[in-house]
């Protein structure tokens, strides 16, 4: 499957099946094991993935769940957020990190991003807060954790919830300490194209509180305890034992896959240096990926931005010769058409805006070849070289 340097002619944006092949007996044989045990929910593997992801995250308790968006959805839940209550997150995000604060009645509140990294600005986050503020949703977007340390000393300061939407970023740190340990909450996805990546639909949640982990577990499970008394009015939503057995297996990779992902980020800076891409020049050339000192990135995307005019241009010449890229966000939350009602105009969030009119994003899994990289980059090389000729001509 790997491509040897002469023959690579085209390069998928995301290939799953590079990392699950190569475990595809040990995946298989966890899987018949939880077949044959008939024990589809609750099974020890769910536990077992819930000890580990808390260890990975230096938590005390993991709760698993069916999806990122219902961790999102149950933190909120837990903390009995709701009609009246105000929550802060970003707009430049996935749409889960806001319907969830719609879904239990409360109100959003978009905070503008850090142009550097695409994260919640903590400056943002403290003129928006108000008596109602209840919580704050920092996303640690692409992989790399939004400012954390500001983050907490604000909500500290005006008594309200940190819950870390770490869908991109299990195994991400800032200043040390991992992603999903700084909030109250921290919410992680295993949907597929995820650093840690199912086989269909997962989720888990982490938190330092036995309190918090009841009520989690209390509300993702029909809000039922003990057996048909319902204390709450919760949802259904499980980690299903296959998936749990599935993701046992290829937790034991992680560690491998987050330095994969750095070195082929780090190999993207030079590759995008030795072509002399890596300035931003004549208004034209991209501006790679700004990382933080302070935070551990685990690369869930790599981020150019393309300015202005160029990057649905540069976009289609990849496109047209077989290089997958993607861009993650193009319409900004507070401009969708089912956000209307909360009135943002356009220019409101100038930062959130701009991002998702310059943002492209490369290959970056972890099975990438160094021969596709240097594809990737020699062909946006050529893609200036041809762009600078026709406005020179
Ligand atoms: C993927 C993602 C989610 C939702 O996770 P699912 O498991 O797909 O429900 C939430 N927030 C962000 C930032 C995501 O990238």
Redesign the pocket.
């Known amino acids: 499957m790997t491509q040897s340097h002469t023959e690579v002619n085209s390069v998928p944006l995301l290939d799953v099946s590079r990392s699950n092949t190569p475990l595809r007996e040990e995946i298989l044989e966890a899987l018949a094991a939880v077949y044959d045990s008939g024990r589809f929910l609750h099974g020890p593997e769910v536990s077992a993935l819930e000890q580990h992801v808390s260890e990975l995250c230096n938590v005390q308790h993991a709760v698993g769940c ?7 959805l149950l933190a909120l839940m837990a903390n009995g957020i709701g009609p009246g209550d105000e929550v802060i997150l970003p707009s430049f ?5 806001a319907s969830c604060v719609s879904r239990v009645g409360a109100k959003i509140v978009f905070a503008d991003i850090d142009p550097a990294t695409y994260n919640i600005s903590p400056a943002a986050i403290e003129s928006l807060i108000t008596p109602r503020t209840r919580a704050v949703i920092p ?3 692409f992989g790399q954790s939004a400012k954390m340390d500001e983050i907490s000393k604000i909500a500290g300061r005006h008594d309200i919830k940190v819950i870390e ?1 770490a ?2 970023a299990i195994g991400a740190a800032y200043h040390g300490r991992p992603v999903g340990s700084w909030g109250q909450i921290g ?1 992680i ?3 597929p ?2 650093n840690l990546g199912g086989f269909g ?3 888990m949640l982490t938190t330092q509180s036995e309190t918090v982990a009841d009520k989690l577990r209390l509300f993702a499970a029909h809000g039922m305890q003990p057996r048909y008394h319902h204390r709450e009015i919760g949802i259904n939503s499980r980690l299903d034992t296959f998936q749990a057995a599935a993701l046992l297996v290829k937790i034991q990779h992680l560690a491998k896959y987050t330095a994969d992902r750095q070195a082929n980020a780090a190999r993207y800076f030079e590759l995008f240096a030795e072509n002399g891409l890596s300035e931003p020049r004549d208004g034209g050339a991209v501006q790679l990926p700004y990382q933080d000192p302070a935070a551990f990135h685990v690369w ?1 995307q790599f981020s150019l931005r393309v300015s202005e005019g160029r990057r649905d241009d540069l976009r289609k010449y990849l496109t047209d010769r077989k290089i997958g890229s993607e861009i ?1 966000y193009p319409i900004p939350l507070h401009q969708q058409a089912c956000f209307r009602e909360l009135g943002y105009a356009a220019g409101s969030l100038p930062q959130t805006e701009q991002a998702a009119r310059e943002i492209l994003h490369l290959p970056i899994y972890p099975e990438l070849t160094e021969a596709e990289q240097v594809l990737v980059v020699e062909t946006i090389a050529k893609y200036y070289r041809e762009a600078y000729q026709r406005s020179a001509a």
């Open positions: 069916a999806s990122g968006s219902d961790a999102l995000t996935f749409f889960a990190t996303v640690h977007l939407d869908a991109q919410c996805s295993f949907y194209t995820k639909d997962g989720g869930n993650y």
